[in-house]
């Protein structure tokens, strides 16, 4: 009998054939599978796999496929890159977010960088899916690559997400420390302290950072006038 390598190698470019030349995608799965089946999946199999059944549209058994995949994958770069496409399947295919944002985490847990499940992520928070633990996930990943632009840039949505007044403080005084101390921005740290002050005017510590970052960008007229808005709203006594 012949080598399990050359049979191997013969059924490979048999789907190859049928996939790119005939155009016969389902035989193309068929003997792709037969393949796996007789002789173990490789990263070859898996990714054509996978291709076809996308191209297919058989959802299912590309998530099955996919986590099958990204359990076995002996590097983390590949496990990073086949839990990220597998949410993007949960995400836009199967509509389950949760499933999305579990991958993209798992993901991220791999290879904090890993580009597509921050893509995937940042959507989710963005449509209000499962936001406050897509920010978590993004976050965490910005902190352990040290991404503190992606972290400024996720302010807008950490405050439509966050709870009470007293987590939009903490969230704009941190973004503010992000703007001025790597940004270099004092404008942008002023803006956001400014809001920040707004929103908790009996904090002398935020009234002072005000004054502070007055100093630099010459912003005492925006000072004065967050004052005279905290004045105006104080109730009478």
Do not use: N
């Not at 990073?80 to 999305?100: M, N, Q, S």
């Amino acid at each position: 009998p012949r080598p399990s390598e050359e049979r191997q190698a013969d059924r490979a470019r048999i789907a190859r054939v049928q996939q790119e030349h005939l155009g016969d995608l389902e035989a193309a799965v068929a003997e792709w599978t037969a393949t796996e089946i007789e002789f173990g999946p490789t990263d070859e199999s898996t990714d054509a796999l996978c291709h076809l059944l996308e191209k297919t549209e058989r959802w299912t058994a590309l998530e099955e496929k996919l986590e099958g995949a990204a359990a076995r994958a002996p590097t983390a770069d590949r496990r990073a890159a086949l839990h990220a496409r597998l949410g993007d399947v949960a995400r836009v295919h199967r509509d389950d977010p949760e499933r999305a944002w579990a991958s993209y985490d798992a993901a991220l847990g791999s290879i904090p960088g890993e580009a597509l499940a921050r893509s995937g992520l940042l959507a989710m928070a963005r449509a209000d899916v499962c936001r406050k633990d897509a920010l978590q996930t993004l976050l965490t990943a910005s902190a352990e690559t040290d991404d503190w632009q992606e972290t400024l840039a996720l302010c807008s949505l950490r405050l439509d997400a966050a709870d009470g007044d007293a987590a939009r403080v903490r969230i704009l005084v941190e973004s503010a420390k992000l703007a001025e101390e790597r940004a270099e921005d004092p404008a942008q740290a002023f803006a956001l302290d400014a809001r920040a002050f707004l929103l908790a005017p009996d904090q002398p510590e935020l009234a002072a950072e005000l004054a502070r970052l007055a100093a630099t960008t010459g912003a005492w007229q925006e000072v004065a006038d967050a004052h005279e808005v905290v004045l105006a709203s104080a109730p009478l006594r």
